[in-house]
């Protein structure tokens, strides 16, 4: 823990190099921590290795070094942090708010339960205690609370009752792989993230994460969620998508580019100012007020 009072971080998943999408969320995220006079940190999300691409996260950290960024401290790589996330699963199950799960993909999505938004809840099969001769594959936690409610920065009020949504949600996969839930949680309590500025494709998974941060008794911190970035067509921006990796001959255009969609409104001349010019303009006037307020909007 840093004691400051405001801890921010970008926590890109290496799973390709740095597109424009993720740019606004790292620059969004590195000027409101320096507006508030607070530190900025890195976490490379290499916790779901099948996922992780072999290079990706030296790409990362090389594209935000050529656009300008600084961070405090050492890089936290989640792929070093097992311990913790088991130590925090052992929290949950000795109190028992987790539980080994049976069911393969094929039982829940045979269950009946349908999510409001068409997926598919966890029936809860396994909750009080494995079927006969059948083994554990994975662990829950279990989602009986009351609907979350909180407030985002920039979304405004926000709520969630991860009963009906998601149901009790996997801590630990069957391949034995932690899950994003849980490790985001206990890495921004160990890192002492105090405020979350992010894309708001992450909004539908913040009520998962003050659930756990609740029952690990952890503090909650406060939540921004920017507008993603999509094609005009209104598609997701993403290297699932194959948006096109942030090019390092053009950080100025992409800087100004960001800012622009965060509704900062560079001046023109700084099109021939150099990357430090333009975060010299951009660290003054920041202002997250100016960002829109929408879950999603085309650049
Ligand atoms: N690693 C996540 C992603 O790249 C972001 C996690 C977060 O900001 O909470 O989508």
């Not at 809840?121 to 909180?150: E, H, Q």
């Not at 407030?151 to 994003?180: M, N, W």
């Not at 010019?277 to 660290?283: E, F, H, K, N, T």
Request: net charge neutral; charged share 20%.
């Amino acid at each position: 823990m840093s004691g400051h009072a405001y801890v921010g971080r970008f926590a890109p998943s290496p799973t390709g190099p740095l597109h424009i999408g993720s740019l606004i969320a790292a620059l969004a995220s590195c000027l409101e921590a320096h507006h508030q006079s607070g530190q900025w940190l890195i976490r490379m999300e290499d916790v779901d290795a099948p996922r992780t691409v072999a290079g990706a996260a030296d790409t990362i950290l090389r594209q935000l070094d050529d656009y300008g960024f600084t961070w405090e401290g050492p890089v936290l790589w989640q792929s070093r942090r097992l311990d913790a996330y088991r130590a925090a699963l052992d929290q949950l199950r000795e109190a028992g708010f987790a539980y080994p799960c049976a069911c393969s993909r094929r039982e829940i999505a045979d269950s009946a339960l349908l999510a409001p938004d068409g997926a598919h809840r966890y029936p809860g099969t396994c909750r009080n205690g494995l079927p006969a001769g059948r083994k554990a594959r994975a662990w829950r936690v279990k989602a009986d609370t009351s609907t979350l409610a909180w407030q985002d920065a920039l979304q405004g009020p926000q709520h969630e009752d991860i009963v009906e949504t998601v149901g009790d949600f996997v801590l630990l996969r069957a391949d034995g792989q932690f899950a994003y839930q849980l490790a985001v949680v206990v890495d921004d309590a160990a890192q002492g993230v105090t405020h979350i500025v992010r894309g708001a494709d992450l909004l539908d998974s913040t009520a998962r994460q003050i659930h756990l941060q609740r029952l690990l008794g952890y503090p909650q911190p406060a939540y921004a969620h920017l507008p993603v970035a999509t094609s005009t067509t209104g598609e997701k921006l993403s290297k699932q998508t194959l948006a096109a990796p942030l090019d390092a001959q053009s950080p100025v255009k992409d800087l100004l580019r960001a800012l622009t969609f965060l509704g900062q409104q560079p001046p023109a001349e700084l099109a021939s100012e150099s990357v430090t010019g333009v975060w010299q303009w951009a660290r003054s006037n920041w202002r997250l007020a100016a960002v829109p307020r929408m879950r999603q909007q085309a650049i």
